[in-house]
Each structure stands twice: as C-alpha cells, then as structure tokens.
C-alpha cells in the first residue's frame, strides 16, 4: 500500500531489516545512515548498535556494555553521536565504534529538581546533563544538544566540546519546554526543537533568540530536515492515560509520520487519521527516531515496547519500519 500525498508517496519495503538469527532489539530509539547509506540503528538490546547495508544485510554490532539507556542517534561528518539519557551523557563515535569524545559526566545529573518521571518536578533548568535527548551537529560544527526528560534547556558547545550557552526553563511559554525532545540545527541558521510534551516544535537562531512556535503538531518525538521539507514524527494521545506533565489525554490521537515545508504546513503524511491497530505494518506505535537517506527513503525507530507497556503492545509489534519512496 502506498502512502502520503504528492510528491511525497511511500511504500513500506516489509521484511527489510535481516537480523542475525536469534537477535532480536526490542526499542529502536533512532537510525541514521552514513554518507555510503549504511543504516546504523541505535537500540535497547544487548547489541546497541547494530549497521546494515542500504539492502538491509547485515554488517556488524558495536557498543555493547556501554550504553545504559539509549535515546538518541545522529550521524554527521561520518561521526555517530549517541545521547545515553539515564548516564547523563552524549558520546562521539567513529563508524566503527571508537569513542572520540564524551559529553557530559557518567552518572552525574545536573540539579533541576526532577525526580522521575513526573516533568512537573523540574523547578529550574541547569547545566548539562539531566537525561538529555538528542544532539545535532550544525554547519560550522557547533554542536546542539537537547536536555531533556530531567531538564528543560538546550545546550551549544563548540565542536571540541566546549560549553558556549544555554537556555530554557520549564514551562510552556516561548522559549520554555516540557520535554525537549530532539533538536536539529538547520542549514539556514535556525535551530528547530521538537518540544513534545507541549505538542510543539519551537524555532530559534543560532543562539537561542526565540523565533516562533509550530503548534499543530501532535507530541513530536523527533524531526530531520531535508532538500527543504521537514519530517516529523509525532506521537500518540490515549484517552484517559497521562503525558508527563500530568495531563489527562481528552481522546486517542493516532501517531503519524508529517512532512512540512519550512514554514511548518504539512504537506503529506504517513499513519495518523481514525482508529487502528499500531501494530500493523505501516502504521505507528511510536516514531521516536526519524532519518532520511539520500534516496529520499524514510526510516523511522520506535519505542514500542516503552511507550505501549500496560495499553496495547504486543511482543511482534515492529519498531523498525523503513519507507521507500515512490517517484
């Protein structure tokens, strides 16, 4: 079945991803290709990155023992970052798993007043890190990382790892955030934060001036900009649960796949609409971690395991799904 609208129709390529047998991931929280379009999948299993050739063959598995929960993954320059939210840390990576440089102290939170899992909790924002999310990489190589479940601030380091700025306080106000939950820093000098749990995505310069607010999205999880469209994944609403902040979802919101221009109207989507079970090919439990390779193809990570405990999660239900797009 093909999806989306316009320019931008998919077919879901089923059956892509050829584990070795007896592997199995659980929670994908992120995928991203390198510049040959190899597929790095950062995930919640015992093997927490594992690398596939663009068909889907598998290559190889690395960072085992290291990461204690993964969240994030970005690839830029041929240098994996990966945001570890319970260690408090973001780590660059050669391709092959070399550690280059560590954001962050291990097992050290900043001092915001959190206490799991509660958003509420967070009195203050802090210095890096409190369980942060995701890092991006932006063209003169500063680096933009989003902080997080326990705090509520974006950082800018220089690429050697400096500390440059900081902003951000709870709230949900401009400029404040209930869950920075991605970032991404554009080519034009804007930094895009997915502000999930404020179903929102706000935009800033390059050094945090507020600029404006998207809000007609729906709690996204994570966003990746290419040739001048936005790619959203945007998480589910199920009435009568509670999002982190407290809140009682009035209704069931399907989550779905987005692509936007760059003034934030959608302009295809993937998933969404009434009713219908997530665990269907296709379709969303969860699009937690979203890239795009050259081909203009789509992959989305999923947290289905975490996001479905205790409502409708099932052990097949996928969390890795990869959308071929059709010309």
Same mark, same amino acid.
């Given at each position: ?11 879901? !390529?089923? $059956? ?11 929670? +994908?929280? /992120? ?15 015992? !093997? ?14 690395? /960072? ?65 890190? #409190? ?8 063209? #003169? ?5 989003? $902080?997080?479940?326990? #705090? &509520? ?7 050697? /790892? ?15 955030? #209930?869950?920075?939950?991605? +970032? ?6 804007? +930094? ?13 310069? &390059? ?19 290419? $040739? ?26 399907? &989550? ?19 009713? &219908? ?10 699009? !937690? ?7 203009? $193809?789509?992959?989305?990570?999923? +947290? ?24």
């Amino acid at each position: 079945m093909i999806q989306g609208q316009g320019d931008f129709r998919y077919q879901l !390529h089923e $059956d892509w991803e050829q584990l070795p047998e007896g592997w199995s991931h659980g929670d +994908v929280v /992120g995928v991203a290709t390198d510049s040959q379009d190899r597929v790095y999948v950062f995930n919640r299993s015992e !093997h927490p990155v594992i690398v596939y050739e663009r068909d889907g063959r598998f290559l190889t598995s690395w /960072g085992e023992g290291v990461f204690t929960r993964p969240h994030g993954i970005t690839i830029a320059g041929d240098f994996v970052y990966l945001a570890d939210d319970s260690d408090h840390t973001v780590r660059k990576f050669t391709l092959d798993g070399r550690l280059l440089m560590t954001l962050g102290t291990p097992h050290q939170p900043s001092d915001t007043g959190y206490s799991a899992p509660s958003l509420r909790t967070i009195r203050r924002g802090a210095g890096p890190f #409190n369980r942060p999310t995701r890092l991006s990489v932006a063209p #003169n190589g500063d680096l933009y990382v989003s $902080d997080g479940y326990g #705090n &509520a601030r974006i950082h800018r380091f220089s690429a050697e /790892g400096k500390l440059l700025q900081s902003w951000g306080e709870p709230g949900d106000g401009p400029g404040q955030f #209930n869950l920075p939950h991605s +970032v991404w820093a554009h080519a034009d000098g804007r +930094v895009f934060v997915c502000d999930r749990e404020n179903d929102r995505i706000q935009v800033f310069s &390059a050094d945090g001036e507020y600029l404006e607010a998207w809000t007609d999205v729906n709690r996204p999880g994570d966003l990746f900009i290419q $040739d001048g469209c936005v790619f959203v994944g945007e998480m589910n609403w199920w009435r009568g649960h509670k999002s982190l902040t407290e809140r009682v979802w009035p209704e069931n919101r399907m &989550a779905k796949l987005t692509v936007r221009d760059m003034g934030g109207d959608v302009i295809s989507t993937i998933g969404g609409g009434e009713w &219908a079970d997530p665990c269907v090919a296709g379709r969303f439990t969860s699009p !937690h971690g979203i890239w795009v390779d050259s081909h203009g $193809d789509v992959y989305v990570g999923e +947290v289905s395991q975490t996001s479905y405990e205790g409502t409708v999660y099932r052990p097949g239900c996928h969390s890795l799904q990869k959308f071929v797009r059709v010309r």
